[in-house]
């Protein structure tokens, strides 16, 4: 008796998995710097700061990977014959860390004002 075979997993799907959670490293990496920056030296990252530019850059670039993340996750799971667990995965891995950047900038407007 020879067991069936499953399908294998979904190239998309290992993609969106592998950069939704790189771009998150990459995002609380970012947030401990900042925060370890203000800490530190309390006037180190106001508006015309090269750094506070430099990191906010970084930040986009997390966020336009994580919405890749999901583009690809969206995609592998329109894919026959293919598993689809990393799909899923880097989906929800990547709609958590927009919900989460989303909530820091909505949390920093309100303390702000």
Do not use: H
Not at 27 to 55: F, R
Not at 65 to 74: D, Q, S, T, V
Not at 75 to 87: H, T
């Amino acid at each position: 008796m020879t067991s069936p075979t499953l399908p294998p997993y979904s190239g998309l799907g290992i993609a969106s998995f592998a950069v939704s959670l790189i771009a998150a490293v990459l995002t609380l990496v970012l947030i401990g710097v900042c925060a370890a920056l203000v800490y530190s030296q309390p006037d180190s990252l106001d508006d015309d700061s090269p750094l506070a530019m430099l990191v906010g850059m970084a930040m986009m670039v997390g966020v336009f990977a994580e919405l890749a993340a999901a583009a690809l996750g969206i995609g592998s799971l329109f894919q026959r014959d293919r598993r689809k667990l990393y799909g899923v995965l880097g989906l929800i891995f990547a709609i958590a860390t927009l919900v989460g950047v989303a909530a820091l900038i909505v949390f920093g407007l309100i303390q702000g004002s």
